[in-house]
């Protein structure tokens, strides 16, 4: 009888162990699905990282053109004035001189 309560005894720590068993593999299970979606969404913001980043440097590369640009058409203009500035000189200078 003693035997038999401690073999009854016996197959419930059995049973509770494999209980808590199956309680922690689904639970590891649980986690590596989860751990699987966190590694999915890092990359997703790493790609997404690594294309903004792509897109500020073209970005700072065309703005570095235009700035090249518009200090062209600046340097343009300034040479325009001073071609106006000295063609009215000379023209005031020969309508002087008539």
Excluded: C, P
Excluded at 47 to 74: P, V, W
């Amino acid at each position: 009888q003693k035997l038999e309560r401690e073999i009854r005894r016996l197959e419930g720590e059995v049973q509770e162990l494999r209980e808590q068993l199956q309680d922690r593999t689904q639970q590891v299970h649980d986690l590596q699905a989860h751990l699987s979606r966190r590694e999915e969404e890092l990359t997703q913001a790493v790609t997404s990282a690594e294309s903004e980043a792509a897109s500020k440097t073209s970005f700072q590369r065309q703005l570095r053109e235009f700035q090249t640009q518009i200090q062209d058409l600046q340097d343009d203009i300034e040479s325009e004035r001073e071609s106006r500035k000295r063609l009215e000189r000379e023209k005031r200078e020969l309508m002087e001189e008539n």
